[in-house]
């Protein structure tokens, strides 16, 4: 059976939004391992957000070739070229993303990036091996890679943010 074309091209805006959420998670990713080499004593992202609260690093700066600005329960970082990563963080350190940092992220991109909401949750829904939706618009990236296999670590959370804990080499 041929599908028509309105369902191609919801399949392929999909399949977009599904690449530009996945972007976004390699973003951050790329994001924390800068920082991480910059400042080799940081366990985790959200350690910035502990530094900046005790005043050992300003609230705003620079490291690892990003601009930083810590806010409330996260970060905001922008990369050499401009690209906009915000995450909140949970009490863990879990890092935390929704649909508006989504699309702060694809405003920032060189060529604007805007899904609609249906196709982001069509995305995330097909995501659902990788992300956790903790509540209806916030997620979870819950895989951890290990030197073997992936595993699925406890996503059970009482976050009433989207989460995302983001690929780390454990």
């Given at each position: 059976?041929?599908?028509?074309?309105s369902e191609?091209?919801?399949?392929?805006?999909?399949?977009?939004?599904?690449?530009?959420?996945?972007?976004?998670?390699?973003?951050?990713?790329?994001?924390?391992?800068?920082?991480?080499?910059?400042?080799?004593?940081?366990?985790?992202?959200?350690?910035?957000?502990?530094?900046?609260?005790?005043?050992?690093?300003?609230?705003?700066?620079?490291?690892?070739?990003?601009?930083?600005?810590?806010?409330?329960?996260?970060?905001?970082?922008?990369?050499?070229?401009?690209?906009?990563?915000?995450?909140?963080?949970?009490?863990?350190g879990t890092?935390?993303?929704?649909?508006?940092?989504?699309?702060?992220?694809?405003?920032?991109?060189?060529?604007?990036?805007?899904?609609?909401?249906?196709?982001?949750?069509?995305?995330?829904?097909?995501?659902?091996?990788?992300?956790?939706?903790?509540?209806?618009?916030?997620?979870?990236?819950?895989v951890r890679?290990?030197?073997?296999?992936?595993?699925?670590?406890?996503?059970?959370?009482?976050?009433?943010?989207?989460?995302?804990?983001?690929?780390?080499?454990?």
């Amino acid at each position: 059976m041929r599908e028509s074309g309105s369902e191609g091209a919801s399949r392929h805006q999909v399949s977009a939004a599904r690449d530009f959420v996945l972007g976004f998670v390699g973003a951050l990713g790329a994001a924390r391992a800068a920082v991480r080499e910059s400042m080799p004593s940081l366990d985790r992202l959200a350690d910035l957000l502990v530094l900046a609260r005790s005043g050992e690093i300003s609230r705003r700066g620079e490291v690892g070739g990003y601009s930083y600005a810590v806010h409330g329960a996260g970060c905001r970082l922008a990369s050499p070229n401009g690209i906009d990563i915000d995450v909140d963080f949970a009490a863990d350190g879990t890092e935390l993303f929704d649909f508006w940092r989504l699309r702060r992220f694809g405003r920032s991109l060189l060529t604007l990036v805007a899904p609609s909401a249906e196709d982001l949750r069509s995305a995330v829904e097909e995501l659902k091996d990788l992300l956790t939706e903790v509540r209806p618009g916030r997620l979870v990236h819950c895989v951890r890679v290990s030197s073997r296999r992936l595993r699925r670590p406890d996503v059970e959370r009482k976050s009433d943010l989207i989460g995302v804990s983001v690929v780390q080499l454990t």
